[in-house]
């Protein structure tokens, strides 16, 4: 059973920077695909981004591509986002996921979940 926490969520203007954490508990993290999913006020939740636990090889919503970064330091079970160039359409709730199995980019297929880090963007 993983456990997961995020972290870093907070205020910031657009064309700001945050980084998000996400620290794993009771697995083994290092053979977990890890990603990253959005939920913006009214809206489903999409797929933000992800990185295979094998090569470390990420994957990315195309709104978000070049601007975040998805990476992972086995060493403290934690992955990471780095968010640069904010806009406020990047305002929403993001949740850490992780699987055992191949990456997806669906959120049906992840069954081990964060609570979620805020956050928002202003204009």
Excluded: H
């Excluded at 998805?70 to 709730?93: C, F, G, H, W």
């Amino acid at each position: 059973q993983v456990q997961l926490a995020e972290s870093g969520g907070g205020l910031v203007q657009a064309g700001g920077s945050l980084r998000l954490s996400c620290a794993a508990s009771g697995g083994t993290f290092s053979r977990y695909n890890m990603a990253w999913f959005r939920q913006a006020p009214g809206k489903e939740r999409e797929f933000a981004a992800a990185i295979n636990w094998v090569d470390r090889s990420t994957y990315y919503l195309d709104a978000v591509k070049g601007r975040f970064t998805i990476s992972r330091d086995n060493a403290k079970n934690t992955v990471y986002l780095q968010m640069n160039s904010l806009k406020p359409e990047d305002t929403a709730v993001y949740y850490c996921a992780a699987r055992a199995t191949s990456i997806s980019r669906r959120e049906g297929e992840y069954g081990y979940w964060g609570q979620g880090t805020q956050v928002t963007v202003s204009s």
